[in-house]
């Protein structure tokens, strides 16, 4: 039930065996250069090495449809602020030369209005922003999805997280079905008494939240003292410094190899990004410079240093 | 060799567990209040943590963190923002408790909660503006949060109506038998961190 929550599916392809810390380092590697990184050509390719190693791991494309759906008005509304942003907000990032106009987002003169100055580099800028939201949430969906419940606590008894910490996290996985059952109990009780959490006013919204919270928390605090009471009697607590574990993770002859691939990667990837800033061709205006070329709008100057035209 | 006394005890164990879990599968459905923004909600972790931190110390609070995080929207990026309002309301919890007037301690839990959901915003300013890029300067999250009032004001009553209610109700519950050493100065040192991080971000760039 936990995995199901998780989104993890018990299959046997080459990412599902590997050792979680490596699963761990993946992660990294994927999102640490999406935090480093800002041109959406780079944020684009990674994004697209994400898919295919998501793919490779048998994650369904439906599935990670699905969530990009459910980001999608979180998108939406970060390309709308950048749009109408970009000019007054963005200075150091904003190129050199004159911005590419494209249109207003409100045309109509009204105001301050016109009013939403688009383009090229206003578009390129959200187009990255949304990369690296894309990015960040898909590679964690990614983790989550090889990696087994007990492989984190697996991992967090090796990175010698105390153990106190990891007994309550695995408690926690291994009670998933329980609360579960509590919460959806509640929640179809009081909505087939009507329920609806659903208002423009703060207030209210929250008043209207308390019939489902109340209930659940308070037969959560119940079940909390149960539960101490049975980890009190299976003797929990004797010198939790000299624990021993049914199950211990060890790093495999593929576990090296992709680690250090890893490393390789991070440090090429860093590399490029350096060339990038010498060339003058980073913070965006790779992309940008390639958009106005295709679009036939200046500046000529692609491969000129600092694109300074 | 004598062995270590635990962390945390059993009662306390299984308070974060059973917090962490609900607030895990709340993330995990999108259990949440709209509004926030277009596509982002506000979150019930708030109150998860907050009476996990009451009754099992700041060591509660970030296991409900770090299980909230497992579903989390943000992933495990966000964890250690919820990290400075964590320690200031344990640093200040032993206090409010401790108080004789019920009104007193509403009044004090509310306070403290409010100076220490302000002080969690501004590290969360710089995940949006440093990591995800929202925006280039935390100033308009600022403003939208700290002058709006609707989106302080919503978290404000996640984070302190119901664990303030239990407060009244279910003393013995929240009671704070745990200690947590360095208190004060993990506390300080988290809140340098936050200011540290967020002024590196309040400028046009």
Redesign the interface.
Known sequence: MSSE??GYRPLNTFFHSLDPRVKFAI?FSL?LPA?SW?DPVYLTALLATILAIGGIAKNSFRTTGRFLL?????????LV??LL?YES?????RPSWNLAFLFYVIPVKFWVCPCGHVSVESLVYAW??MD??II??L??RFL?SVTSPAD?TSLMVKLRI?S??T???N???G??PV??AQ?TGV?EAQRARGWE??S?N??T??RK??PT??P???R??T???F???A??SRG???????RTYLREIKFKGRDWYTFSFLIGFILVGQAIGAAAWGLGWADYRFTTLILRHLLGLGPPCLWHPLGSC | MM??K??????Q??????????S???E????S???Y????NFN?VG??LS?ATMAAGP?GG??VT??DS??S?V???GLPFYWPHVFFLALFYKRIYSMKSTAMKVVGYWAVTAIALFIQYWGWFFLYV????????IW?LAVYNFVGV?PY??FL??YA??PG??LVT?PN?VRPTWNFPYLKWVTAASIILSAIAVASQAG??
């Open positions: 929550l998780f992660f999102t935090v800002n459910y980001l999608a008005p979180a998108l939406l509304f970060l602020y950048n942003f907000s963005i200075v150091a990032a990255g922003a690296r939201i960040i949430v590679s964690g989550l984190l105390p106190e910490i007994t309550a996290i408690v926690a996985f009670f998933l609360s579960l919460l929640v959490a659903k423009r703060p207030v919204l929250v939240a308390i919270i109340v659940v928390i308070t959560s605090l079940r909390a003292e539960l101490a009471a980890i009190s929990y607590g004797f010198d939790p410094k000299r | 062995p270590r635990p962390l945390l005890n059993t009662k164990i299984s308070v974060a567990a059973v917090l962490g879990g609900l895990l599968i709340t995990a459905f999108g259990l209040l709209p509004g923004l277009p596509g982002v019930l109150a998860y009476i060591l970030i296991i770090i299980l497992f579903t929207s992933g495990f990026y440093y990591v995800f890029k929202f925006a280039t300067t308009p609707i004001a919503t009553a996640i109506f119901i209610f239990v279910a519950f046009l760039r």
